[in-house]
T-cell receptor, first 114, second 114 residues
Framework: DTAVSQTPKYLVTQMGNDKSIKCEQN?????MYWYKQDSKKFLKIMFS???????INETVPNRFSPKSPDKAHLNLHINSLELGDSAVYFC?????????????FGPGTRLTVL | AQSVTQLGSHVSVSEGALVLLRCNYSSSVPPYLFWYVQYPNQGLQLLLKYTSAATLVKGINGFEAEFKKSETSFHLTKPSAHMSDAAEYFCAVSGDTNAGKSTFGDGTTLTVKP
């Protein structure tokens, strides 16, 4: 069984479109994250949720909106896509969200905006 | 604020040679430190972590790292490189925020030559 899964794996779309990426974890963890990895492999946190509550909200354009319907799911909706949004987006989860926690990453969603 | 610097964005070693990947951190509180590995087209997975117990930490695949507070370092080593070690390696620090946020370094690409 996959611990952290994301759909879709690849997403190719036009500028200006709206798209969503879904993430699910079956580890029973309380905390989930979204990260963006750019073409130089730099990894930056975007959001974190703990038991459906937003905990970390980094400086991210408000075109990005996370939604957590339950603690096993964290989706990312992106409005009005721009060329600069092209990246690999990783979902991750950790048991409690404490600083000592190991984070478990999904396989990533490669978003290409044309 | 916490930060991580990985010295050397690319490291190349011969198969069987020592692997040394460097990580220096900055934190206003005692840090928790992590090394993650990312194989091509995959998500990150934990190699090892330091959470204030033993300063020499052993991880998976023969890797280990030593926490040196006086040098603010957490370098990753492996005595003998294997072709399968070729990947991207990320050092991360946490503990300096209430939200348990991890800050990742820019990554080091390890190439292993036959």
């Amino acid at each position: 069984d996959t611990a952290v899964s994301q759909t879709p794996k690849y997403l190719v779309t036009q500028m200006g479109n709206d798209k969503s990426i879904k993430c699910e974890q079956n580890l029973g963890h309380d905390t989930m994250y979204w990260y963006k990895q750019d073409s130089k492999k730099f990894l930056k946190i975007m959001f974190s949720y703990n038991n459906k509550e937003l905990i970390i909200n980094e400086t991210v354009p408000n075109r990005f909106s996370p939604k957590s319907p339950d603690k096993a799911h964290l989706n990312l909706h992106i409005n009005s896509l721009e060329l600069g949004d092209s990246a690999v987006y990783f979902c991750a989860s950790s048991q409690t969200g404490l600083a000592t926690d190991t984070q478990y990453f999904g396989p990533g969603t490669r978003l290409t905006v044309l | 604020a916490q930060s991580v610097t990985q010295l050397g964005s690319h490291v190349s070693v011969s198969e069987g040679a020592l692997v040394l990947l460097r990580c220096n951190y900055s934190s206003s509180v005692p840090p928790y430190l992590f090394w993650y590995v990312q194989y091509p087209n995959q998500g990150l997975q934990l190699l090892l972590k330091y959470t204030s117990a033993a300063t020499l930490v052993k991880g998976i695949n023969g890797f280990e790292a030593e926490f040196k507070k006086s040098e603010t370092s957490f370098h990753l080593t492996k005595p003998s490189a294997h072709m399968s070690d070729a990947a991207e390696y990320f050092c991360a620090v946490s503990g300096d925020t209430n939200a348990g946020k991890s800050t990742f370094g820019d990554g080091t690409t390890l190439t292993v030559k036959p």
